[in-house]
């Protein structure tokens, strides 16, 4: 059976080129933390989550720092007895780069997002973006939901995939105990 075009542009990122996927990284380092780019560079995952071409749709690089996430250390009070110095972070690099994207672009509303790339320092994102104001988003009966005021913030109340995933609310197993939230369930889910 022959595959279509898409089919091909998903199993070539499973394996990107080293050197491309390098250079590309260095600008990225170089440039600023959000960039708006003209189209996605991964079209195929773009196209899957939503993403059209047409008014209304941004599409933001978002560039994330790794690692760090330290807990200083305490110069008073009460320590414990085992310093521990890694945590255990709950949210993705993914639904964290999602987050700062709707801060810096507040006008939009985040639909969704998928990796473009990491190195040792950044982790590289491209989120997709929305603006509710435009007539071409209202008048389009598979993205007018945007407009309701439950989907407002998205990212920052954990109702992207990326927030849901993070939250635990993707497992289906009948102890998950992540409903309505993790502090609901007695912190029991997480």
């Not at 059976?1 to 199993?11: F, L, R």
């Not at 599409?59 to 110069?75: L, S």
């Not at 999602?98 to 989120?127: C, M």
């Amino acid at each position: 059976m022959a595959k279509g075009m898409y089919y091909y542009m998903k199993q070539a990122w499973k394996k990107p080129d080293p050197a491309t996927l390098r250079q590309r990284m260095t600008e990225w380092r170089a440039g600023d933390a959000f960039t708006v780019v003209d189209k996605p560079l991964r079209i195929d995952r773009a196209r899957a989550l939503g993403y059209k071409d047409k008014k209304g749709f941004v599409v933001v690089r978002a560039r994330v720092q790794r690692g760090g996430h330290r807990r200083p250390r305490p110069n008073k009070a009460r320590r414990s007895k085992r310093m521990t110095i890694r945590k255990t972070v709950k949210m993705s690099y993914k639904w964290i780069s999602e987050i700062r994207a709707e801060k810096r672009f507040t006008n939009l509303e985040v639909l969704n997002s998928y990796p473009i790339g990491k190195d040792g320092i950044y982790a590289f994102h491209e989120i997709i973006m929305v603006d509710p104001s435009k007539p071409e988003i209202k008048n389009d009966p598979t993205m007018n939901w945007i407009l309701k005021g439950q989907n407002k913030n998205r990212a920052a109340r954990g109702i992207t995939a990326a927030g849901k995933v993070s939250r635990g609310h993707k497992s289906k197993h009948p102890t998950n105990k992540t409903r309505p939230s993790v502090r609901s369930g007695g912190r029991l889910g997480k």
